[in-house]
């Protein structure tokens, strides 16, 4: 059962049932796939940690399919988020609140908060329904590598360390959620995603601020997953940062000249109506182009992007040019992905 199986209501009891007995099933939600267990159990929560190879000083995302599920793992919500929640859930908005005692230590790294979100997928949803309980769930990659946004991401990561891959095709967004820390008296977005810092401003009334810095006051880290390496492909990426169209072309193709006199194997993210730039005939050194989005449909490539991320390999390049889509809206999160992936930014 380590192959990806059609997510058939069939399959989604079978994998309530392995959830139920502390066992781990991968599945989709509409940001990337997620690898769940049963959220209220230690034991089965530890697995994720080791199938993942994730740092147990990384906190999980609880994810819950109802209100009830909400005050098992969490008390005193504010108000304030009751009306987010209104609005966005269900939907990829995590928000992180104060725990309760009966959420173990290793799903929130020994910390007093929890984060939660309610995806807003049926076949994630119907399984949270059919276990009865709440799931946590990180991403399904190894860790350092981008999330999987296909039952087959999945299964190149985590064939044989799971139990269950429910196939439900292609995710929506993906990205991952919007992580918001609603336990301050302002809001603050410790991850941005699909849910904008423009959208949450129209129900707050003010634009909540971005925590870009990776630690707060007193050095500490405020969201414990922004100090890790991530999403990255297996070769080194280097992001173009420049977003003026035709200065970030003439940067690339500048950067393919000076790695063509490296003799590098240079692999080339760029945008569809980009792609004829940077052709191999007049530079030598590109050796594999992949194609991601427009400028005109950001969502598409914020869909796209960790596909085309692991197209490349240590087999075809040496190296990545990256370009960047902008940096508002729905392009910042994109941004953000790549600049978290580059091990430099030209
Ligand atoms: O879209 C998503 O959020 C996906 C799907 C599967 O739901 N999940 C996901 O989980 O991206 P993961 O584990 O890859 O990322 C969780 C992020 C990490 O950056 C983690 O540090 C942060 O949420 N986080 C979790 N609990 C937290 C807490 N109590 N306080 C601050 N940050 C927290
Ligand atoms: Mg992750």
Known sequence: MKTPQ?????????AAKILAAGGLVA???????GLGANALNAQAVDKIFKAKGRPSDNPLIVHIANQRELKMVARDVPEVARKLMKKFWPGPLTFVLQKTAAVPDNVTAGGKTVAV????????LALIKAVGCPV????ANLAGKPSPTSAEHVSEDLDGKVDMILDGG?????????VIDVTRKKIEILRSGAITAEMLAKVLGYKPKIVTNKTGAKGKVRSPGMKYKHYAPSVPLFLIGISDEKKMVRLLQKELVVLTKKKMRVGVLCVKEHASF?????????KKIVTCGSLKKP?????ELYNALRKFSKKNVDLILAENIGKEGIAHAAYDRLSRAATKIL
Not at 27 to 33: D, I, L
Not at 299 to 303: L, Y
């Open 117 to 124: 979100r309610m995806p807003k997928n049926k076949i994630a």
């Open 6 to 14: 059609k997510a058939t209501s069939n399959n989604i009891r079978k």
């Open 278 to 286: 940077y052709a191999a005939a007049k530079y030598p050194s590109m």
């Open 27 to 33: 599945f989709p939600t509409e940001t990337v796939y």
């Open 299 to 303: 969502k598409k490539f914020a869909q």
């Open 136 to 139: 946590a769930a990180p991403s």
């Open 170 to 178: 292609k995710t929506f967004h993906g990205l991952e959620s919007t």
